[in-house]
């Protein structure tokens, strides 16, 4: 079996037939440094990819790639069709993004920073006034709605930023990172939550961990980068059963540890 399974996974049967992302032999260059290098894959509509790596191995400047932040050396990205490079802001109206650092407003309350968000999205005041009680019911803070971002735990921070980042209906949620520096029972929290919104709103979810366990229980399809290159790609199952030597009891890190030839940095 190839250790990287490139075509997309699941897709919704009604759809255009491109995937919810398509990446071609994408690269970034830092000056002679390449971050990214030669990258290609894609993810299904509907599908959860869990995107795995040790630090510096290039994820997160993947997802600013895709999420339009910073423009592609060579290559091609394309978000239900839309190419990031030539048409960023449609690309942009179609994902929510969850960034790696926290960037929700200390000084506003929680209702407050959604909804300036929801505006400078562009989201009509009575669609702002449905949708918001809505998300925050989603992610469990509707009581919490006037509290003061800075007054929150970092679990409950988290989970206003993925309320955040759902506030003008994306189809595709990025997420880098979300559980990192949570405790157990907060990591479990957001991936409740994820769970749920993703049932209710059918998204297609990108996300970057460090935790093989989540990524093993939460993820249809895994990548893994190394290196800034694309190592392994394929279902949990089937990325276990090609760790050599394989046993009911291979877990995802010795999958990592495989295919990326480094144990696990958090
Ligand atoms: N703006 C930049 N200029 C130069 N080098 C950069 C820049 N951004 C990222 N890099 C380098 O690219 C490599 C990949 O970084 P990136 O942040 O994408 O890794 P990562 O997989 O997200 O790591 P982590 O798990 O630590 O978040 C690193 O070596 C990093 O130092
Ligand atoms: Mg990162």
């Known amino acids: 079996m190839s250790a990287v ?8 049967p009604g759809d255009s037939g491109e995937p919810a992302i398509l990446i071609e032999h994408a690269v ?19 599908e959860t990819l869990g995107l795995l790596g040790s630090n510096g191995a290039g994820k997160s400047t993947l997802i600013r790639m895709i999420t339009t932040l910073v423009p592609l050396t060579s290559g091609r990205i394309r978000l239900h069709g839309v190419d990031v490079s030539v048409n960023p802001d449609r690309a942009r109206l179609s ?5 790696q650092a926290m960037t929700s407003d200390v000084d506003l309350s929680i209702e407050e ?3 300036i968000y929801a505006k400078l999205y562009g989201v009509p005041r009575a669609e702002r006034r449905k949708t918001i009680p809505r998300l925050l019911e989603l992610v469990n803070l ?9 007054s929150l735990s970092g679990g409950m921070r988290r989970r206003v930023e993925i309320a955040r980042g759902l506030v003008h209906y994306p189809q595709i949620l990025i997420l880098d990172e979300p559980t990192t520096g949570l405790d157990p029972v907060s990591r479990t929290d957001v991936w409740e939550m994820l769970t749920t919104i993703k049932r209710e709103r059918q998204l297609t979810i990108l996300v970057t961990t460090h935790y093989m366990d989540e990524a093993d229980r939460l ?3 895994i990548a893994i980068m190394e290196k800034g290159r694309l190592v392994a790609l394929d279902t949990p199952f089937a990325l276990k059963q090609a760790v050599p030597g394989s046993r ?8 990592f540890v495989h295919f990326s030839g480094r144990e696990l940095v958090s």
Not at 5 to 12: I, V
Not at 95 to 99: A, H, L, S, T, W
């Open 5 to 12: 399974n490139a075509g997309s996974g699941s897709r919704n």
């Open 28 to 46: 970034k260059q830092y000056g002679s440094f390449t971050a990214v290098n030669d990258v290609s894959f894609s993810v299904g509509t509907g």
């Open 95 to 99: 994902i929510g993004v969850i960034p």
């Open 113 to 115: 920073n959604l909804s």
């Open 142 to 150: 509707a009581d919490r709605r006037n509290s003061l971002v800075g």
């Open 219 to 221: 993820c249809d399809r």
């Open 248 to 255: 009911a009891s291979t877990t995802l890190d010795d999958v």
